[in-house]
């Protein structure tokens, strides 16, 4: 049985990530999210193993040091990781595993397992992507300015990863997506084992 594929999809700010994620996993009932672990508090309606792996902060610095994650950050006072034990299960079962993580949380995983699918999400022009963060109405001037600079910033990435996927349209880049892992798949380093079997038979 083949492995699963570990898909990292990162891009910068009003890229539309979110969008073709959620899009892809309702498209493909066979690629899982990934549920990462956190410190912070369960919300109304969060489940464990569902929404996130809640736990101590002491907990969370033990499996730091056993280095269980496959990336872990700290955001306003909580820790969040992505568990390298709950990834590496599925893939050992032949699933594929999605993780959506900023680019910093993506080069830690890629340094802890190269063998992923990195792909970042590009707008179709800086132009676009300004509009975009405008659009949300959720931004002062100032904060628009910070961000459409972080966003600039974030492109220069792109260069790190496997895939670069202009979100020109979310149907289009969702295509795309499926279209490389559809080639990843049939990559000779992923089905060694299948080829020997026809060799045997």
């Known amino acids: 049985m083949s492995k699963g594929l570990l898909v990292v999809v990162s891009g910068p700010s009003g890229a539309g990530k979110g969008t073709i994620c959620k899009e892809l996993l309702d498209r493909n009932p066979n690629i899982n999210l990934s549920v990462s672990t956190t410190t912070r508090k369960p919300r109304n309606g969060e489940l464990e193993g569902i929404n996130y792996f809640f736990k101590e902060r002491n907990t969370f610095e033990e499996m730091i040091d056993d280095d269980e994650f496959l990336e872990h950050a700290e955001v306003y006072g909580n820790y969040y990781g992505t568990p390298r034990s709950y990834a590496m299960d599925k893939i050992n079962k032949g699933e594929d595993i999605l993780l959506e993580i900023d680019i910093q949380g993506a080069l830690q995983v890629k340094e802890k397992y190269p063998d992923g699918v990195f792909i970042f999400i590009l707008p179709p ?77």
Do not use: H
């Open 125 to 201: 022009s800086l132009k676009e992507l300004k509009n975009r963060i405008i659009g949300r109405g959720s931004e002062t001037e100032e904060s628009l300015i910070t961000r459409y600079g972080a966003a600039k910033a974030e492109m220069e990435f792109a260069f790190k990863y496997d895939y670069g996927v202009v979100n020109d349209t979310v149907e289009k880049a969702t295509e795309k997506v499926e279209a490389i892992l559809l080639a990843e798949k049939s990559r000779i380093s992923r089905i060694k084992d299948i080829i020997k079997n026809i060799e045997e038979e």
